[in-house]
């Protein structure tokens, strides 16, 4: 079965700096998918940033960016230029894709002004 | 375009009740997802459903019933509300680039 762990279960980070949250996986699949989802404390679940396994290029997407690095099963977020809305929780996701997202128990990052 | 939707928003039950939670998705996926998240913890999949008709159990079924009877629609059903079941619930539905979409939620509590 595959698992995802998120060792970080809280981190700080000032405004305007730089912050990396950890993930990485296990699985015997080639083909998959990783997310990152951010749960402010509305409760909504927002995706923050795709990634496919085939591709190698790591995925962006405006301030948030993501290091694959798949011999290692690791999916890194780095969050640039923090912002007090990037104040959250920070769940990392895996599917093959027809099977059922397996969440990791999540990071909460605080932004501090 | 709604997206995923859920009602209610929040729902008090006493021990013993039952409801049943709706959820409604306009985008024609053809997967959908209940999920269950307690406090401070991460998100545990309860039932989903590949298709209309079709059906099954995620990690923690137990308590809960679904059916599946549209493409748009993925009530979940809680018979005999025990105090464990007190959680926030999520729907969600899936692309066919495998992201998913959330509802908003509903918060239930059973005293």
């Known amino acids: 079965a595959q698992t995802v762990t998120q060792s970080q279960p809280e981190m700080s980070v000032q405004e305007a700096e730089t912050v990396t949250l950890s993930c990485t996986y296990d699985t015997s699949e080639n083909n998959y998918y990783l997310f990152w989802y951010k749960q402010p404390p509305s409760r909504q679940m927002i995706l923050v940033i795709r990634?496919?396994?085939?591709?190698?290029q790591n995925a962006t997407e405006n301030r948030f960016s993501v290091n694959f690095q798949k011999a290692a099963k690791s999916f890194s977020l780095k969050i640039s230029d923090s912002q007090l809305g990037d104040t959250a929780m920070y769940f990392c996701a895996f599917t093959r894709g027809n099977t059922p997202l397996v969440f990791g128990k999540g990071t909460r990052l605080s932004v501090i002004a | 375009n709604a997206g995923v939707t859920q009602t209610p928003k929040f729902r008090i039950l006493k021990i013993g009740q039952s409801m049943t939670l709706q959820c409604t998705q306009d985008?024609?996926?053809?997967?959908m997802y209940w999920y269950r998240q307690d406090p401070g913890m991460g998100l545990k999949l309860i039932y989903y459903?590949?298709?209309?008709?079709?059906?099954d159990k995620g990690e923690v079924p137990n308590g809960y019933n679904v059916s599946r009877s549209t493409t748009e629609d993925f009530p979940l059903r809680l018979e005999l509300a025990a105090p464990s079941q007190t959680s926030v619930y999520f729907c969600?539905?899936?692309?066919?680039?495998?992201?998913?979409?959330f509802g908003p939620g509903t918060r239930l509590t059973v005293l």
């Open positions: 969600a539905s899936r692309d066919v680039r495998a992201e998913q979409f």
């Open positions: 459903s590949v298709g209309a008709g079709i059906t």
């Open positions: 985008m024609n996926h053809n997967y």
């Open positions: 990634q496919e396994a085939y591709k190698q």
